[in-house]
């Protein structure tokens, strides 16, 4: 007896056009750049920074927005650790397809648990999950908080927040630490080009 249900009656579908192909076509490398770091860390503003650039170059990226995301994808899960593992599980399949269609998939997500970077890193060939920390101290974060987030999580209004009620496990291992200095976040411009002198270095911004 079989059902469509089962997973054993599911096979993958080879296409002619493949990835080698298409990153010829848009002559440039597909990768996932994967941002973490507390609220407030700058997450977004280096991801949008991230893009302005690459497009100028003529490369092409997709930002996948932690919060975006939340409006559509991932709009039914909540904060407990078992949806912030699906949340993060499920950018993550959504970040390798577009690293196969070829494109530089930008992922800005605070993914606060080791683990589920670690998941979503075991998705691609490493070399092509470039995980970047936001290595910004709690009070620069929390002194930034344009949400106004930090102050409703220090009132008990908000439970389960990173970084004050609930653990952020840093990179231990990641590509690009972009850090704080004398108390102040980098540019949008110096971020992003530290994370374009990466890719440049690693081939992903490839000229033929």
């Known amino acids: 007896m079989s059902t469509l249900a089962n997973s054993s009656n599911i096979f993958w579908h080879e296409c002619p056009v493949g990835k080698t192909e298409r990153h010829k076509l848009l002559n440039q490398k597909g990768c996932v750049v994967w941002i973490t770091g507390l609220s407030g860390s700058g997450k977004s503003t280096l991801a949008c920074s991230l893009s302005r650039e690459l497009h100028s170059r003529g490369k092409l990226s997709y930002v996948l927005d932690g919060d975006n995301l939340r409006h559509g994808l991932n709009k039914g899960l909540g904060f407990s650790a078992e949806d912030r593992t699906e949340n993060i599980r499920r950018v993550g399949e959504v970040a390798k397809l577009f690293a196969d269609a070829g494109l530089i998939c930008i992922a800005s997500l605070i993914s606060p648990y080791g683990k589920d970077r670690d998941a979503c890193r075991a998705m691609l060939a490493d070399a092509n ?55 102040v976040c980098p540019t949008p411009s110096a971020m992003a080009g530290q994370v374009v002198s990466y890719l440049e270095d690693k081939g992903f911004l490839q000229d033929q």
């Open 129 to 183: 999950f470039i995980e970047v920390f936001m290595n910004m101290s709690l009070s620069l974060c929390e002194s930034r908080d344009a949400k106004g987030l930090y102050k409703l999580a220090r009132a008990g209004k908000i439970k389960g927040f990173t970084g004050i009620d609930d653990p952020y496990e840093p990179p231990l291992n990641c590509e690009i630490e972009i850090q704080e200095k004398d108390g």
